[in-house]
């Protein structure tokens, strides 16, 4: 049986022998074929939950890598109403930006509007324009205002 991943590849099975009388051996190897395989699928999610039939048995164990750049609520509820085995979700793109925005920034020293900047500019793979980011603010400093006069219990 395959046991991660890394072993998508793996053809797993197991050797048969028999020996005769004399002592020589004849082997055979056996594939093993599991009712689910454990699969890796990449594209969109729109390609991927359009066309089920053409990524193989849907009850696969899977790894889905998606290659979409925006934001996406609930991926896992979304392909496990199709593919009911999927164990790991993917987003290379996500996970690459997020790595060089973090040895750029310092999000400890850094302000709220700054942070969130850095946080849709991750997301979206563009930045906050100017009307945005004055939006944001006037919402920041909304919520500051209703803390400050909030009565306290």
């Known amino acids: 049986m395959k046991y991660s991943f890394s072993e998508v590849d793996h053809i797993k099975g197991v050797n048969l022998v028999e020996m ?3 002592g020589n051996c004849n082997v055979e190897f056996a594939e ?3 009712k689910r395989d ?3 699928i990449e594209g969109y999610l729109k390609d991927i939950l359009s066309d089920p039939e053409t990524t193989g048995n849907r009850d696969d164990y899977l790894m889905v890598r ?3 750049k925006g934001a996406i609520l609930d991926v896992m509820g979304k392909l ?3 593919y009911p085995n999927v164990l790991h979700v ?3 793109y996500i996970e690459q930006a997020g790595s060089r925005e973090r040895d750029k920034i310092d999000h400890r020293k850094i302000g709220e509007i700054e942070l969130f900047k850095s946080f849709f500019a991750q997301v ?3 930045d906050l324009t100017i009307e ?4 944001f603010a006037e919402i920041v400093e909304e919520l500051r205002r209703t803390e400050r006069e909030a009565p306290t219990a």
Do not use: H, K
């Open 20 to 22: 005769d009388s004399a």
């Open 32 to 34: 093993l074929r599991p």
């Open 38 to 40: 454990m699969r890796i």
């Open 66 to 68: 998606l290659l979409d």
């Open 80 to 82: 496990r109403e199709i």
């Open 90 to 92: 993917e987003r290379a």
């Open 124 to 126: 979206t793979d563009t």
């Open 132 to 135: 945005e980011s004055q939006v």
